[in-house]
T-cell receptor
Framework: DAGVIQSPRHEVTEMGQEVTLRCKPI?????LFWYRQTMMRGLELLIY????????DSGMPEDRFSAKMPNASFSTLKIQPSEPRDSAVYFC?????????????FGPGTRLTVL | ELKVEQNPLFLSMQEGKNYTIYCNYS?????LYWYRQDPGKSLESLFV?????AVKQEGRLMASLDTKARLSTLHITAAVHDLSATYFC???????????FGGGTRLMVKP
C-alpha cells in the first residue's frame, strides 16, 4: 500500500491567498483526520471524518478553515484567506475506525508558509 | 477536557545509557499510542497499549501502561544514536477515535 498521500509537500503563499491541501487516505480506511503541527502549540487535531462525514470539527481554528471529503479516497483542507499565523505543517492521517488497535497512519505532511 | 503531559520535554543522553520518558493523561482512555518523529518527517507508530499492565518491546524501546495511575512510560535501553528523534504519546477520547497528543520529548543521543 502507498500509505497516506498528501499534496503539495511544500506550499509558499502570500497573505490573503487561498490555500488548498489535499489528502488521499489508505484504501479501506474509513476515518480521516487533519492535524496541524507548530512549535508553539504542538500537534492539534483540526477535524475528523468518518465514512466521509465530518464528525468533530471543534479543532478548526476559524471560519477561514474548511474541510471536505467528497468521497472515500479524497479530502481537502482549505484556508481562505490565509494569514502568516497559519504557517505550520499540516498532517493528514487515516485509520480503519474500528478494531482493537485502530492505529492512525500519518501522511508525509504539507509544510505551509504564509508570507 | 483530556490533557496529556510528557516529561521531560528534552533529553540529551550518552550512548549506552538507559532512560525513561513519562506520559501522564488526565481522564480514562481506551488506548495509548507512542509515535516517533524524525526531524522534518512524519509520525511513525511505535506501540499501541490497550490495557492496564500492558508492556510492549521493540528493540531498545519498551512501553508500558498503568491505567490506574494514568501513566505510560517509554524506556530506552542502551541508547544508540539512531534513536535520536522526538517521541510523542497520544491518548484516545472515550469514543476511541480522536487522539490527543502530548507535547513530545526530543531525544538526542550523543556518541
Amino acid at each position: 500500500d502507498a500509505g497516506v498521500i498528501q499534496s503539495p509537500r511544500h506550499e509558499v503563499t502570500e497573505m490573503g491567498q487561498e490555500v488548498t491541501l489535499r489528502c488521499k487516505p489508505i484504501s479501506g480506511h474509513n476515518s480521516l483526520f487533519w492535524y496541524r503541527q507548530t512549535m508553539m502549540r504542538g500537534l492539534e487535531l483540526l477535524i475528523y471524518f468518518n465514512n466521509n462525514v465530518p464528525i468533530d470539527d471543534s479543532g478548526m481554528p476559524e471560519d477561514r478553515f474548511s474541510a471536505k471529503m467528497p468521497n472515500a479516497s479524497f479530502s481537502t483542507l482549505k484556508i481562505q484567506p490565509s494569514e502568516p499565523r497559519d504557517s505550520a505543517v499540516y498532517f493528514c492521517a487515516s485509520s480503519t475506525g474500528t478494531g482493537a488497535y485502530n492505529e492512525q497512519f500519518f501522511g508525509p505532511g504539507t509544510r505551509l508558509t504564509v508570507l | 477536557e483530556l490533557k496529556v503531559e510528557q516529561n521531560p520535554l528534552f533529553l540529551s543522553m550518552q550512548e549506552g545509557k538507559n532512560y525513561t520518558i513519562y506520559c501522564n493523561y488526565s481522564t480514562t482512555s481506551d488506548r495509548l499510542y507512542w509515535y516517533r518523529q524524525d526531524p522534518g518527517k512524519s509520525l511513525e507508530s511505535l506501540f499501541v497499549l490497550l490495557s492496564n499492565g500492558a508492556v510492549k518491546q521493540e528493540g531498545r524501546l519498551m512501553a508500558s501502561l498503568d491505567t490506574k495511575a494514568r501513566l505510560s512510560t517509554l524506556h530506552i535501553t542502551a541508547a544508540v544514536h539512531d534513536l535520536s528523534a522526538t517521541y510523542f504519546c497520544a491518548v484516545t477520547n472515550n469514543a476511541g477515535n480522536m487522539l490527543t497528543f502530548g507535547g513530545g520529548t526530543r531525544l538526542m543521543v550523543k556518541p
